[in-house]
């Protein structure tokens, strides 16, 4: 006979605004429940270690500070970036972030092993979701739509050579080296 540990009960006291807030979610179907909510909120805590904000507008992971920037930010900066340095581009933004994710993670992106860490914390940042189907990487709703960057991206970052095999999400690269 196995004993569970009892749960523990918390109170939380909102602002009459917060709960407004946390009902019109539920309400509108964009939360299925308080307790989910939370849950996910603590988990969104935990995986993008929100503890390391310094003061607002400045976030570090690890070594690395982040912003948050909208798309079509990045889109304009890679219109002034010539074709031909694309995946050079992206295999040098590639290399920066898996030097980061080893130093400040411990996550080894050239294992193949650590990939699906290595995924989840490009989804955790926004990059979109990463999927390994055999010798395919797929990326659906990929924050970078730019095959040629995100596969070089993908190669500095995996340590692999990719050939892209769409140039639309979602983004299928072949891994040939």
């Known amino acids: 006979m196995s004993r569970e540990k009892p749960v523990k009960r918390t109170t939380i006291i909102l602002d009459e605004d917060e709960r407004e807030y946390i009902d019109s979610l539920i309400r509108e179907g964009r939360e299925p429940g308080i307790k989910p909510l939370i849950s996910k909120m603590l988990d969104v805590y935990r995986s993008m270690m929100i503890y390391d904000w310094k003061y607002p507008g400045e976030y570090y992971c690890g ?3 982040v912003a948050f920037v909208n798309v079509e930010f990045i889109n304009i900066m890679l219109q002034h970036v010539p074709k031909e340095k694309w995946r050079e581009v992206g295999q040098k933004t590639g290399e920066a972030a898996r ?13 193949r092993e650590k990939w699906s860490d290595a995924f989840k914390r490009l989804r955790v940042q926004g990059f979109g979701d990463f999927y390994l189907r055999d010798k395919y990487v797929i990326i659906r709703t990929p924050f970078i739509s730019n095959s040629e960057v995100l596969g070089g991206f993908l190669e500095g970052l995996l340590g692999i050579r990719l050939e ?3 140039s639309a999400p979602p983004l299928i690269f072949e891994i040939v080296g």
């Open 99 to 111: 030097m980061s994710m080893e130093a400040s993670l411990n996550i080894q992106t050239a294992n």
């Open 164 to 166: 892209v095999k769409t």
């Open 63 to 65: 070594i690395s500070r």
